[in-house]
Structures are given as structure tokens and as C-alpha cells.
């Protein structure tokens, strides 16, 4: 598989301008048909839920959408690119708009946060690439870091999330999940407990105490269900810190590769979007190692290396040809 995606980033890479001009359009067809297919199924879930069972929407009633949250989650940016330089800056912001709407309404938290977080990563990378970097990077930093302290850490985030949110469960698991990875990363911590560890870890399938209701009875959930909920640790936790720094380094690697060109603010700035709103959610959300995901990382670094990896101002739309 890395094989393959580092020739196809490669292929990417060396698009002329006619052809990067047939991707972004043969892009932006799809985008917006899956766009719109979304929109429907979820007008059409909700509408026979409420009208036709007669029931409550809830959202388990849209889990099957969850990953396509996270899909338009980290595409939306390279493809808004493509509309604008098709179309104009008002088209994209519209996809953008519709697209946020569709993860808002599949209701996932990861993909939604992803995303804000991704959009004030572009803001920050149009004004400053250079500083959006050093974000970045300190980000990594700090979740690498934080991680010996999480025994820590941990219960006070759980106190504070008990204190002031509702329907707060799965966040306060992520929370327990992360400091019992944590207790045995420091067993192991230069070179893991070995790669998928987290799948079967020694007492990952004992339950935990999560919290304790009004009425006094106690929730529980595993200690580690198949994976941690959050990339740095589950490398951390089975391939140690030679597992972390090869990891950073491939982060670096990607950063160093956005292509900056002179009057072409956007590209960069979409690219470091991507890369933000993947990393949100690979913090937050599903194993690091399954496979759909990722694909969808592979595909969003060969998207967005054909969209934004010649320089083009986004000013005027772009000649039909």
C-alpha cells in the first residue's frame, strides 16, 4: 500500500496543467453528486424515522454515515479548491457550506471539530504559512508529550466534562481508554508492545468504571476496545518511540512537500487544512491502522497533491476548455 501511494502522490505530482484542469473538474462532478446523495439519505433516514416508524431521531439512526462525515470532513478542502479556480470563490464557499452542513447533520463530534478546527487552520495558513506550521507542528508536539502525564490529565478532564456537558460517555471513555494505554506505555516505551497490540491487549477487555448516574448506579465500558481512539497513542502504545519518531518524521516530510508558490495563498493553506483536519480526527476518532482509513488518508494526499500542487491564483475562474 505505500508503495502504491507513493507513486501514485508521484503521478500526482507530475500532472501538467490541462490535465490537473480535467482532474479538479472530474473532482468536483463527483464531489457534488456525493454531496447531494448524502443531503438525500439523510432527509430520507430522518423522514422515516419520524414519519413512518414514528419514532425519535437519534443519532444512531445515521451510524452508518459516520465515516462519510469524516471522508467530507478532510476532502471538502482540496475540492473547494478545484471549484474556486473552476468557478469563482462564492461556488466554493457554497460546497463548503453544504459539506459542513452534511457533517453537522451526520452528527459524529470528531468530524465536525475536525473541521473547525481545519477551517481556522486555513485562516491562519493564509495569512501565515510559516506560522501554521509552527502550529502544527506544536500540536504533534504536545500530543506526544501529554501522553506520560495522561494519569494524571486524565481524571481531571473527566471531572471537568461530568461537571459541564451532557450525554458526555463516549468522550469520558476516550478519556479512561487513554490512561490505561498510557499506564502500559510506560511499561514499554521505546518499542511498543508490537504492531496491532491494541487488538488484544493483556486485560483490554475488563470494564472500567466510567461514571456513576444520579441514581447511583455505575456505567462501565473496556479498557481498550480493539484500539485507543487516538493515533499518536496506539503507535506509541505498539511500536514505541521509534514508532512516534518515524511518524513525525513522515508528518515533516509532508509538510515540507506543500508547494509554495508566489501569489497562490489558497493551495498551501488547503493543503495544511487536510492535514490538520486528518489529524484531528486520527486523534480523536477510529483505529489508526484499519484499512478504510487508511485509504481515505491516501486518497486526500493524491487529491490534494493534484489539486494544489502547481501554482494557480483562484482570483478568476478558470477558461472552459
Same mark, same amino acid.
Given at each position: 500500500?505505500?508503495?502504491?501511494?507513493?507513486?501514485?502522490?508521484?503521478?500526482?505530482?507530475?500532472?501538467?496543467?490541462?490535465?490537473?484542469?480535467?482532474?479538479?473538474?472530474?473532482?468536483?462532478?463527483?464531489?457534488?453528486?456525493? #454531496?447531494?446523495?448524502? !443531503? /438525500?439519505?439523510?432527509?430520507?433516514?430522518?423522514?422515516?424515522?419520524?414519519?413512518?416508524?414514528?419514532?425519535?431521531?437519534?443519532?444512531?439512526?445515521?451510524?452508518?454515515? =459516520?465515516?462519510?462525515?469524516?471522508?467530507?470532513?478532510?476532502?471538502? @478542502?482540496?475540492?473547494?479548491?478545484?471549484?474556486? +479556480?473552476?468557478?469563482?470563490?462564492?461556488?466554493?464557499?457554497?460546497?463548503?457550506?453544504?459539506?459542513?452542513?452534511?457533517?453537522?447533520?451526520?452528527?459524529?463530534?470528531?468530524?465536525?471539530?475536525?473541521?473547525?478546527?481545519?477551517?481556522?487552520?486555513?485562516?491562519?495558513?493564509?495569512?501565515?504559512?510559516?506560522?501554521? +506550521?509552527?502550529?502544527?507542528?506544536?500540536?504533534?508536539?504536545?500530543?506526544?508529550? #501529554?501522553?506520560?502525564?495522561?494519569?494524571?490529565?486524565?481524571?481531571?478532564?473527566?471531572?471537568?466534562?461530568?461537571? =459541564?456537558?451532557?450525554?458526555?460517555?463516549?468522550?469520558?471513555?476516550?478519556?479512561?481508554?487513554?490512561?490505561?494505554?498510557?499506564?502500559?506505555?510506560?511499561?514499554?516505551?521505546?518499542?511498543? @508492545?508490537?504492531? =496491532?497490540?491494541?487488538?488484544?491487549?493483556?486485560?483490554?477487555?475488563?470494564?472500567?468504571?466510567?461514571?456513576?448516574?444520579?441514581?447511583?448506579?455505575?456505567?462501565?465500558?473496556?479498557?481498550?476496545?480493539?484500539?485507543?481512539? =487516538?493515533? !499518536?497513542?496506539?503507535?506509541?502504545?505498539?511500536?514505541?518511540?521509534?514508532?512516534?519518531?518515524?511518524?513525525?518524521?513522515?508528518?515533516?516530510?509532508?509538510?515540507?512537500?506543500?508547494?509554495?508558490?508566489?501569489?497562490?495563498?489558497?493551495?498551501?493553506?488547503?493543503?495544511?487544512?487536510?492535514?490538520?483536519?486528518?489529524?484531528?480526527?486520527?486523534?480523536?476518532? /477510529?483505529?489508526? @491502522?484499519?484499512? @478504510?482509513?487508511?485509504?481515505?488518508?491516501?486518497?486526500?494526499?493524491?487529491?490534494?497533491?493534484?489539486?494544489?500542487?502547481?501554482?494557480?491564483? #483562484?482570483?478568476?475562474?478558470?477558461?472552459?476548455?
Amino acid at each position: 500500500m505505500a508503495a502504491a501511494l507513493v507513486l501514485l502522490v508521484d503521478a500526482a505530482a507530475s500532472l501538467n496543467e490541462t490535465e490537473r484542469i480535467c482532474f479538479r473538474q472530474s473532482l468536483i462532478y463527483g464531489a457534488v453528486a456525493g #454531496i447531494a446523495l448524502t !443531503l /438525500f439519505l439523510i432527509a430520507v433516514i430522518t423522514g422515516h424515522t419520524i414519519w413512518v416508524q414514528e419514532q425519535q431521531m437519534a443519532i444512531h439512526k445515521l451510524s452508518a454515515l =459516520n465515516r462519510t462525515a469524516s471522508a467530507i470532513a478532510i476532502l471538502m @478542502w482540496p475540492i473547494a479548491i478545484s471549484i474556486a +479556480k473552476a468557478y469563482g470563490r462564492r461556488a466554493a464557499v457554497t460546497f463548503i457550506v453544504l459539506s459542513s452542513v452534511a457533517v453537522f447533520l451526520l452528527a459524529p463530534l470528531t468530524p465536525l471539530l475536525a473541521f473547525l478546527i481545519g477551517a481556522a487552520a486555513f485562516a491562519v495558513a493564509w495569512m501565515s504559512f510559516r506560522l501554521a +506550521k509552527i502550529l502544527f507542528a506544536a500540536a504533534i508536539a504536545f500530543s506526544v508529550l #501529554i501522553v506520560p502525564f495522561l494519569d494524571n490529565v486524565s481524571p481531571l478532564a473527566i471531572e471537568l466534562l461530568l461537571a =459541564n456537558f451532557q450525554d458526555h460517555i463516549p468522550e469520558v471513555h476516550r478519556f479512561v481508554i487513554w490512561q490505561f494505554a498510557a499506564e502500559h506505555i510506560l511499561e514499554r516505551p521505546i518499542f511498543g @508492545w508490537g504492531l =496491532n497490540a491494541a487488538r488484544v491487549f493483556p486485560g483490554g477487555d475488563a470494564e472500567l468504571l466510567l461514571l456513576t448516574t444520579p441514581e447511583g448506579g455505575q456505567i462501565t465500558g473496556p479498557a481498550l476496545p480493539l484500539h485507543t481512539h =487516538n493515533a !499518536l497513542i496506539q503507535i506509541w502504545l505498539e511500536l514505541g518511540l521509534v514508532g512516534v519518531a518515524l511518524f513525525a518524521t513522515l508528518l515533516a516530510f509532508a509538510i515540507r512537500g506543500i508547494p509554495r508558490m508566489p501569489g497562490d495563498r489558497a493551495g498551501p493553506a488547503a493543503a495544511l487544512a487536510v492535514m490538520t483536519t486528518a489529524f484531528v480526527i486520527a486523534q480523536l476518532g /477510529f483505529g489508526f @491502522w484499519q484499512g @478504510w482509513w487508511l485509504a481515505t488518508l491516501g486518497i486526500a494526499a493524491v487529491t490534494t497533491t493534484a489539486v494544489v500542487g502547481h501554482p494557480g491564483s #483562484i482570483h478568476e475562474p478558470e477558461p472552459s476548455s
